[in-house]
């Protein structure tokens, strides 16, 4: 199926956009205004977690690439510095977590069996959901890591036979998924420990989840910030081995 096909500009505003598309920075002032505005929207509604500033910048962005014409590489030019600041932002939440250190020394034991158990769940649950429906090997393999933050994740896809870029848009949509979704679930189940809500939410919702835990509260957001690295530590080890066999089982 041929891709749909960009659409027209106004002659003036498409030379401007031809002008400002030569400058790489362009990819990165886009990235935070959408941002920036798509926030306002989300305190407008009272933090209302359907309202994802994470889900509705990616809308945006990608309908402005789409009407302009603009390929993703030009784009992420420009992008790919906020991309870099991932990785300080990453390290950075072992400062609120070292503020919970008595806490985590009484529940490391719980916290350990409760993150292969997530862990696990979140991987065998999606390929046999994936399995029954119908889906490919390929498209089984690119289910198992959704669970885990990006970078890993499509490393995961690609070393067990997925396709790491539908790996990607998987880990993106579980995350704002679980974050929008989180809250009316704990509610449900009657959980108000902000240590279980955080740590459930990093190792079911990696990224995202963890920033929608910072926004509750530090030490939510410290927990989750700690299933989010050890996740992705526990799947870069466990997935390649169970989502082989699994595979094959199927």
């Given amino acids: 199926m041929n891709p749909l096909p960009a659409l027209a500009l106004p002659g003036g505003l498409a030379d401007v956009w031809v002008y400002l598309s030569t400058t790489p920075l362009l990819g990165l002032a886009l990235t935070l205004l959408v941002y920036h505005g798509a926030y306002l929207v989300y305190q407008r509604v009272g933090?209302?977690?359907?309202?994802?500033?994470?889900?509705?910048?990616?809308l945006v962005l990608a309908t402005l690439l789409w009407v302009t014409g603009t390929p993703y590489a030009t784009y992420f030019e420009g992008a790919?510095?906020?991309?870099?600041?991932?990785?300080?932002a990453t390290v950075a939440?072992?400062?609120?977590?070292?503020?919970?250190?008595p806490r985590l020394r009484r529940l490391w034991l719980p916290l350990l069996g409760a993150l292969v158990a997530g862990s696990v769940a979140?991987?065998?649950s999606a390929v046999l959901v994936g399995w029954a429906l119908g889906a490919s090997r390929a498209t089984l393999a690119s289910l198992a890591p959704k669970s885990v933050t990006s970078p890993v994740a499509m490393g995961i896809a690609e070393k067990i036979g997925g396709i790491p870029s539908l790996t990607a848009v998987l880990v993106a949509a579980t995350g704002i998924i679980g974050a929008a979704s989180a809250r009316s679930l704990f509610n449900a189940m009657r959980i108000s420990d902000p240590t279980v809500r955080g740590f459930a939410l990093g190792t079911a919702a990696?990224?995202?989840?963890?920033?929608r835990a910072f926004q509750v509260s530090d030490e939510m957001g410290a927990f989750a910030g700690l299933a989010m690295?050890?996740?992705?530590?526990?799947?870069?080890?466990?997935?390649?081995l169970l989502g082989g066999l699994l595979l094959r089982w199927l």
């Fill in 93 to 101: 939440l072992a400062v609120p977590l070292f503020e919970q250190l």
């Fill in 122 to 124: 979140a991987a065998v």
């Fill in 206 to 211: 990696h990224g995202i989840g963890t920033a």
């Fill in 47 to 58: 933090f209302n977690p359907l309202a994802n500033p994470v889900a509705i910048a990616v």
């Fill in 229 to 240: 690295g050890l996740s992705a530590l526990f799947s870069a080890v466990a997935l390649p």
């Fill in 80 to 88: 790919q510095f906020v991309h870099f600041l991932l990785g300080p």
